[in-house]
């Protein structure tokens, strides 16, 4: 049982009346954890509160024993952050670049530094690039060195935000590959609106939305709440309106130019209705939607 992450009544109201946090509480273990939410759900001001970025208006958080309001530098030695945009330092080399970082995060012995450094950029594949400017770099080439950055000094948490944007499918299997293998040990937060990365990789998740914890709990036990729930029916483009107002849908797909609805009714639908296997992506729309 590695460390774990206890977050408890965090809250975070912005100038303009926004409630971005609503009184978040939860206990995250190490392994791959999923954060999902649409977008705006609050899920940014999280990651960035936990990665010490921004300031809370109430509530704690305890990394193992460590207190990360109020030790932020502490936090930020035993802290990887792969922000939605890296930023980019435009001249500056691969391999200086991530020494620089390391020192940041307390490897000050030279030597120490010098190994650490070559291994991660072998791990991440860019040890052929490690003289190249950052600028230079491909899209997929700039994620592992974000990569790189986070998991450079052996980080207890590792926060990644939104992390598959712009990557074609081949990076992102290896990206996730490459952080399932250190997610054993540490503690992973995968912060993202794409459920599938949700239901692949993680063993536990929450689901956020409107800055409040809506459901938190392993991916398997949310599909089966909804085990005989979920009704599936091919209609013309003219029934949509109809049919929204008549049921709960939960989502909508064209499937060959006609939509295909997943409706949410605990009692059995006739009329043309047929069962369908419960998704998490049903159930996140399900947790979701207002008639809820």
């Not at 956020?208 to 398997?220: C, D, E, H, T």
């Not at 639908?269 to 008639?291: H, N, Q, V, Y």
Request: glycine share 10%; proline share 5%; net charge neutral.
């Amino acid at each position: 049982m590695g460390m774990e992450l206890r977050i408890e009544n965090l809250s975070k109201t912005y100038a303009n009346g926004v409630r971005a946090l609503d009184d978040v509480c939860l206990t995250i273990p190490a392994g791959m954890y999923g954060l999902l939410g649409p977008n705006g759900a609050g899920k940014s001001t999280l990651m960035r509160t936990l990665a010490t970025l921004q300031e809370p208006d109430g509530g704690s958080a305890q990394l193992g024993d460590i207190d990360m309001i109020g030790q932020k530098d502490k936090v930020r030695r035993q802290l990887g952050y792969l922000p939605q945009e890296f930023g980019v330092y435009p001249r500056t080399s691969a391999e200086d670049m991530l020494d620089y970082i390391a020192l940041l995060k307390g490897l000050t012995h030279a030597r120490e530094r010098k190994d650490a450094v070559g291994w991660m950029l072998e791990r991440c594949n860019l040890y052929d690039h490690r003289k190249q400017a950052l600028s230079g770099f491909s899209g997929g080439m700039r994620q592992r060195f974000g990569i790189a950055q986070a998991l450079i000094g052996n980080p207890q948490l590792l926060i990644v935000d939104e992390p598959t944007a712009g990557l074609d499918p081949g990076e992102r299997n290896r990206f996730y590959n490459l952080l399932a293998e250190v997610g054993e040990q540490v503690i992973v937060i995968l912060s993202t609106h794409i459920v599938e990365d949700v239901a692949e990789l993680c063993t536990e998740m929450a689901i956020i939305n409107k800055g409040r914890v809506l459901y938190q709990g392993r991916p398997q036990d949310a599909i089966a709440q909804l085990k005989g729930r979920i009704w599936e029916i091919s209609i013309g483009k003219a029934e949509l309106g109809g049919y929204e107002q008549r049921y709960q849908v939960v989502s909508s797909r064209l499937v060959a130019g006609r939509p295909l609805l997943h409706v949410y009714s605990p009692a059995p639908l006739s009329e043309g209705f047929a069962p369908s296997t419960p998704s998490l992506e049903d159930f996140f729309f399900t947790k979701i939607r207002s008639w809820n």
